[in-house]
């Protein structure tokens, strides 16, 4: 059983970044793949971001490369979801997820946080 909880997410002018952070419970963080989300209003829930259980490979959305950097500290049990460059479009609420593998498809995450507000204005 892992649980966990999400945080720094905030209203950000565009352009401007935010780092958010997804703290794990439990002993076997290192032995899952991790995601990062997001839903908008209105619109289902999109993948953004996913990253190996060691950290050396990670993956990402069309729609973020570039912009966004996932990484992970197995060690903190904690993973990180750097965002640059925010536009307008990228508001929304932004869950992390541990799974199996680092894939884009939510179906194969078992865990999943509550989720943070992250709102852009223009």
């Known amino acids: 059983q892992v649980q966990l909880v999400e945080s720094g997410g905030g209203l950000v002018q565009a352009g401007g970044s935010l780092r958010l952070s997804c703290a794990a419970s439990?002993?076997?963080?290192?032995?899952?793949?991790m995601g990062w989300f997001r839903q908008a209003p209105g619109k289902e829930r999109e993948f953004v971001a996913a990253i190996s259980r060691s950290g050396a490979s990670t993956y990402y959305a069309d729609s973020v490369k570039g912009r966004f950097t996932i990484s992970r500290d197995n060690a903190l049990n904690t993973v990180y979801l750097q965002m640059n460059s925010l536009k307008p479009e990228d508001t929304a609420v932004y869950y992390c997820?541990?799974?199996?593998?680092?894939?884009?498809?939510?179906?194969?995450?078992?865990?999943w946080g509550l989720g943070t507000q992250v709102t852009v204005s223009s």
């Open positions: 997820a541990a799974g199996t593998a680092m894939v884009a498809a939510a179906t194969r995450y078992n865990y």
């Open positions: 439990g002993r076997t963080f290192s032995s899952y793949a």
